[in-house]
């Protein structure tokens, strides 16, 4: 009888090493570290719940440790992860306002940069709401042997050599592409391993799911106002009305359109002139992957993996999803500013 072939992350990043312009087995050496971290990262988000009840966050463990924050011990898992894969010299994280050079030799020599956002959403845990950690890896630009600088962390995103996130939701999966296809594995705690559970995902050029915070609609730019209105029109030959679904976690938004179809819209607004999502570790990875899915990201105007960036943390309006849907938000954008 034929069984179900389990294919784990490990066994796929060896099987597609050889795709990988660089392989001689650094970046399957690094995807499986983050694989490592994304499994301890799991085990303690899922039982953020109790921590009521077990008394973690917050208070002292048996060991006499100091509970951190769950978005605190991302990060340092991440961290050290990276650290021990030794292909990593430097990480840029949402955590830590400068960016860490790693300077112990081993780590030193490492040809990776890698971006983080360690755990997105958290304040969504405690009301048990998907959440995720979303990366971007890139190769050095300075030699060897150096502290990485700007240099190698402020490169555009059509540098990126690999990108992906982890969603902590009602199971744990890791999507991510090295710019051959995006595919999606999923966490089986039985084994303790990512299995391939969504190979080649291809996102829908159309859909019918329009996400963005509505709260905000008086500090929407006026295209984007135009555009919730023509998501909201009776047209049946265009399947609209959508639906509206906004999760505000991105990675469980974004997640959701990239299988489904949909667009995921987070523009400038008042309190948020720049956008809210950050370029480098948010609106770059999640860019990488849609594109690679057969789907677009934008600010409203430029193409998100075009911009050159000029800070760590710094913000961009993001637009991203379907294709045909992005591309129906920019016309609206553009109508608009040429009226202004
Ligand atoms: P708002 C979560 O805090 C986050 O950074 C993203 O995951 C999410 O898409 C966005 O902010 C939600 O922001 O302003 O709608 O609550």
Known sequence: MKGYRIKTLNEFIIEKQAEFPFAKGELTRLLHHVGIAAKIVNKKVNKA????????????????????KLDVFADAQFISALQASGECCGIGSEENEETMAFDDDFSKEGNYIFLMDPLDGSSNIDVNVSIGTIFSIYRRV???????GDVDFLQPGNKQVAAGYIIYGSSTMLVYTTGRGVNGFTLDTSIGEFCL??????????????????????????????????????????????????????????????L?????????????????????????????????????????????????????????????????????????????????
């Open 49 to 68: 719940g109790l921590v009521d009840i077990i008394g973690e966050a917050g208070a002292v463990n048996v060991q006499g440790e100091d509970q951190k």
């Open 142 to 148: 300075s030699p060897r042997g150096t502290v990485p």
């Open 197 to 258: 559970s969504h190979e080649r995902i291809q996102t829908p050029e159309d859909g019918t799911l329009y996400s963005l915070n509505e709260g905000n609609y008086v500090h929407f730019p006026d295209g984007v106002k135009k555009y919730i209105k023509y998501c909201q029109q009776m047209d049946t030959a265009t399947n609209r009305p959508y639906s509206s679904r906004y999760i505000g976690s991105l990675v469980a938004d974004f997640h959701r359109n990239l």
């Open 260 to 340: 489904k179809g949909g667009i995921f819209i987070y523009p400038e607004t008042a309190k948020a002139p720049n956008g809210k999502l950050r370029l480098l570790y948010e609106c770059n990875p999640i860019a990488f992957l849609a594109e690679r899915a057969g789907g677009k990201a934008s600010d409203g105007f430029r193409r998100i993996l075009d911009i050159q960036p000029t800070s760590l943390h710094q913000r961009v309006p993001f637009y991203t999803g379907s294709k045909n849907m992005v591309e129906k938000a920019e016309e609206f954008l553009r109508a608009s500013s040429d009226e202004a």
